[in-house]
């Protein structure tokens, strides 16, 4: 079992940066993929990246690469997602998700909801423009 709590969120102005947390508890967290995703007001979760247990394999949704980083501390149990240059279009509730699955093997599925088994309870991000 793991259980996942985010920290980090709050009200900004457009171009800033926030870096988010997410702090992991369980035997075995340091070993699952960590992946972030977000849900705008009327809009689906939709993904926003993932990185592998190790650290060495990361994947993002277009319209945030080259503003937001994903990174993790397995000592911490923490993995972080580091979000620049941020825009009104990134105001959502951000959540943390795992699960012990590859995403190197996943052929994009880590992508969906469906492919992780724990979640966290999501912090609030908001941009003002």
């Known amino acids: 079992q793991v259980q996942l709590v985010e920290s980090g969120g709050g009200l900004v102005q457009a171009g800033v940066s926030l870096r988010l947390s997410c702090a992991a508890s369980?035997?075995?967290?340091?070993?699952?993929?960590m992946g972030w995703f977000r849900q705008a007001p009327g809009k689906e979760r939709e993904f926003v990246a993932v990185?592998?247990?190790?650290?060495?394999?990361?994947y993002y949704e277009d319209s945030v690469k080259g503003r937001f980083t994903i990174s993790r501390d397995n000592a911490k149990k923490t993995v972080y997602m580091q979000m620049n240059s941020l825009k009104p279009e990134d105001t959502a509730v951000y959540y943390c998700?795992?699960?012990?699955?590859?995403?190197?093997?996943?052929?994009?599925?880590?992508?969906?909801?469906?492919?992780?088994?724990?979640w966290g309870q999501g912090t609030q991000v908001t941009v003002s423009s």
């Open positions: 998700a795992a699960d012990q699955k590859d995403p190197y093997y996943s052929r994009g599925s880590h992508s969906y909801t469906g492919w992780y088994g724990y």
């Open positions: 369980g035997r075995t967290s340091s070993s699952y993929s």
């Open positions: 990185i592998n247990w190790s650290g060495r394999y990361t």
